[in-house]
C-alpha cells in the first residue's frame, strides 16, 4: 500500500498530510562518543530506509531470536509509514530553559518565567557550535504544568502511519535495534479524526483544527515559514531542517462538557459545527477582528485572534501545525487523560511558536488545557542517496 519517498531535502513527516495513527517518542542518548553516536544515527537511518519502504526481513538462524517482531505478518507494509528523526538541545550540550547557555536565545528564555528545567548538559559530543541557533529545552509558559520526566530529551522519534499496528511495530523495531545507543524517555501514541463530515479533522474539543494553516503545497510559504533559514543566521548543516516543536496538552474534557456551545465557540472563535469564523458562514471564511465586541464578533481572547491577529506584525509569527489527538486512559483521580499532542514546524522557534505561547498566555481557553509535557526539537534535513545517513552534515 502507499509508501512516501525515503529520499529526499526535507525528511516526511513534517508536511505529509496527517496519517491516522502516531507515536511521539523521545530518548535520552547513551551512546559514549561521536563515533558511537554516528553508528546510532546510521542504524535509524538503515531501519527507516527499511520499514518506510517494507519488504520481507532479513533471515535469521532458527536458533536466533526472529529479525522481526512479527506484529506485521511476514512481510512488511509500509502503510504510509513515515519515520522523522528530530534532535533536542541536550544533545548539543546546554540548552537549558533558564540557566541558558548564552546565545541569542537565553533572554527570551529568562522573560518566559520559567521555575523548572532539565538541568543543563555537558557536551558530550562536541556539537555546541553547531547547534541550531534558537534550540534549548522548553521552558514553562504561564499556566504550564510541565512534568520533566515528560519533556524534552536528546532524540524525537516521530512515527506515523494509516495503522496503529505499523507505528508500534515500527516503534519497537526502531527501539530494538539501538538499544545501545538511546534509551527510552518519554513517549505518546496520538491519532486523527476521518473527516466528519469532511475535511479538517476534529480535536477532542469537537473543534476543527488545521482550518487556517498555511498551504503546505506552496513552496515560497514553507521556506518563509518552516524550512530552516539558509541566510548565514543558522549553521550550514540545518538546510532542510526545521524546529520541530511538540506540546503535550491535556484538555480538562469533563469540565469543557460543561460549558455551553456558545460559550465554547466563543473561546475559540468559531463555530464547531461547520469551523467558520464567528464573523463568517462558511469555513475558510477570514475572521473579521474588526467588528466592535458585539454580537457575532470575535472575542479578544479568542483563541484564533490571539493565535494569529492578522496584523502586519503578527505575518512572520504564522505557522504551520500537525497536531493529533492523544487518549492515554485514566488519572489517578479517575478523570479521562485525553486531550492534544500540538505540533508544530518552525523555521524560527522564537519568531513563531513562543511568540504565539506568549500572546495566548491568558487565553479564556486556558482554564480548560494543561500542558504538561514535549519539548523543543530540530528535525533534520533528509537522508539524499543510498549512502547518505541522518546528521550526515551534522556530524
Ligand atoms: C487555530 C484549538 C493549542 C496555535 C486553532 C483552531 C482550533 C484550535 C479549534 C481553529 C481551527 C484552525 O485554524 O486550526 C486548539 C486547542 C489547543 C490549541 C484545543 C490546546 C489544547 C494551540 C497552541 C498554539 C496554537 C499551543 C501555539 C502556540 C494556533 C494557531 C491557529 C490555531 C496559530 C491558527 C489561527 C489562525 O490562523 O486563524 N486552534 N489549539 N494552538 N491554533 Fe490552536
Redesign the pocket.
Known sequence: SASFPFEGPTQQGILTPPQAAAAFAAFDVTAADRGELEALLRTLTERARFLTTGGAPAPVGITAPPADSGVLGPVIDPDGLTITVSLGASLFGGGSGTNGNGGSSSSANGSAGGTSTTPTAPDRFGLAAQKPRALRTMEDFPNDDLDRSQCDGDLLLQICANNRDTVTHALRDLMRTTRGGMQLRWRTEGFVSPPRPSG?PR?L?G???????PDPSDPDEMAALVWAATDGSEPAWTAGGTYHVV?R?R?LVEFWDRVNLREQEGM?G?SRDV?APLTGKHEFDE?DFSSDPAADSIQMGA??RL??PRTPESTGS??F?RGYNYDAGLDVNGNLDM??V?T?FNQDLERQ?VT??KR?ADEA?SDY?SPFGGGYFFALPGVQGADDWFGSGLL
Request: hydrophobic share 45%.
Open positions: 479538517t480535536n474539543m473543534f476543527k483544527d488545521g482550518t487556517a494553516n506540546r496538552i484538555m475559540i468559531r469551523g475572521p483563541h484564533i493565535a494569529n504564522r505557522m501545525r486531550g492534544l500540538f508544530t511558536f504565539v505561547q495566548l481557553l488545557i
